[in-house]
């Protein structure tokens, strides 16, 4: 059984930075893609970044390009997701996410919990 735990979330300032880290356990997950999701208060579920066990990444929201960043670590089973000059509408609860494959699909087959992110104006 592969479990997901984010840490990281939490209160920032418009402007401001947080690192979202996500760690793996169970299963190895060196041949899967890894990446993130969130979902704000009555929207649907976004994903936003995802990287594969060869390090290439990929971005599906144009909203965080330029700001967030994606990375792994495979001998350690970790992903992080850096976010820069972080605005309001980042507000959500953000999810980790692994996948089989070289890509990470819309439906992955594994979820974190997620953990909250607030964004004050």
């Known amino acids: 059984q592969v479990q997901l735990v984010e840490s990281g979330g939490g209160l920032v300032q418009a402007g401001g930075s947080l690192r979202l880290s996500c760690a793996s356990s169970g299963r190895i997950l060196a041949d899967y893609s890894m990446g993130w999701f969130r979902q704000a208060p009555g929207k649907e579920r976004e994903r936003l970044l995802g990287i594969n066990w060869m390090g290439s990444r990929t971005l599906y929201t144009n909203s965080v390009k330029d700001r967030f960043t994606i990375s792994r670590d495979n001998a350690k089973n970790t992903v992080v997701l850096q976010m820069n000059n972080l605005e309001p509408e980042d507000t959500a609860v953000y999810y980790c996410?692994?996948?089989?494959?070289?890509?990470?699909?819309?439906?992955?087959?594994?979820w974190g919990q997620g953990t909250q992110v607030t964004v004050s104006s």
């Open positions: 996410a692994a996948d089989r494959g070289t890509m990470l699909s819309s439906t992955p087959d594994y």
